[in-house]
């Protein structure tokens, strides 16, 4: 059984801090692409930062460029996403997403974390 399951989320003042963790069982973690999308409310979902399966090449969305980094370790089988530098637009659902790259049917979802950034 797949399970997907982020940590971390909570509320940051803007300027501040924040990590994810996602921990994922059931699947070849070291197979998979890990990334993290989010969502904030009345928009779309959108990719925040990916990385390969092995590690060595991670995409990042303009809007997270230079503050955010996206990292995993593959004997914990588990993805993060440390966050600085954080603004109030910051502020959304982050879910955790793991995908096979030559099988778009393995496909899968955490339940999300809630950021918030305010002052």
């Known amino acids: 059984q797949v399970q997907l399951v982020e940590s971390g989320g909570g509320l940051v003042q803007p300027g501040g801090s924040l990590g994810l963790s996602c921990a994922a069982s059931g699947f070849t973690f070291y197979n998979y692409a890990m990334s993290w999308y989010r969502q904030a409310p009345g928009k779309e979902r959108e990719l925040v930062a990916s990385?390969?399966?092995?590690?060595?090449?991670?995409n990042y969305a303009d809007s997270v460029k230079g503050r955010f980094t996206i990292s995993r370790d593959n004997a914990k089988n588990t993805v993060y996403l440390q966050m600085s530098s954080l603004k109030p637009e910051d502020t959304a659902v982050y879910y955790c997403?793991?995908?096979?790259?030559?099988?778009?049917?393995?496909?899968?979802w955490g339940q999300g974390t809630q950021v918030t950034v305010s002052s």
């Open positions: 990385i390969t399966g092995a590690g060595g090449i991670t």
């Open positions: 997403n793991a995908r096979l790259p030559w099988d778009s049917r393995r496909d899968y």
